[in-house]
């Protein structure tokens, strides 16, 4: 299928990656269902395209991820206004603020993993349906893990935890997607600019307990990979990407 026939759902479409995400498949001519928990942001995201003929192509859905009724909804209006989905991008997540691990909150804890995890169970459950189902049967699921999928940062175990089962979820969606011609991939990224990694350009804290500033890349970067992704025939699946950037303290953290 030419990617003006595709449909790609991108959650927390709002802000940062998503964002950069949306647009690049909006401007590559897929039709893109923008969900997020504020509205406002996803039509803002909709209008940067609205003049160069992406209007009818966007679709703004408000969706709390943690919730399935709200996710249930979302995946109802795919089905009203496209019919079909060709390709997710699971990236909405959240992270808690740095604490100690002895003095973290059941509920922060619980937030990120409602998020993180659930959502994006839940999301990529609701795609898987309708991938199935559909005619032709098939799709691509696009999980977005992080370099804290591999190694954590000090004082970060609910987003660690939450990233590591990204990985467990994406193999296992891998597997039983097979026989249904689904692929799954991840990709995990390191230091991309965006509203809530700048902190990284200021300083933050390493395992060595300094404190250090971390180079950056762009999140286009990111986004060009996510198109790449998806681009790929059904047949071929990048199952696992590390994008990041080149002089960030990841090789060797520690």
Known sequence: MK???????????????????????LRDGYRVVLAGRRIELLNEVASEVASEGGVDRALPVATDVSQP?????????IRRKFGRLDVLFNNAGVNSPPANFEDLGFEQWQNVVNINLSGSFLCAQGAFRMMKEQSPQGGRIINNGSISAHAPRP?????????????????????DGRKYNIACGQIDIGNAMTELSARMATGVPQANGEMAIEAMMDASE???AVLHMAALPLSTNVQFMTIMATKMPFVGRG
């Open 3 to 25: 990617s003006n026939d595709k449909v790609a759902l991108v959650t927390g479409a709002g802000t940062g990656i998503g964002k950069a995400v949306a647009l690049a498949f």
């Open 69 to 77: 009724e709200s996710v249930a909804a979302l995946f109802a209006q």
């Open 155 to 175: 004082n970060s175990a609910p987003y660690t935890s939450t990233k590591h089962a990204i990985t467990g979820l994406t193999k296992s969606i891998s597997l």
């Open 222 to 224: 990111v986004a060009d």
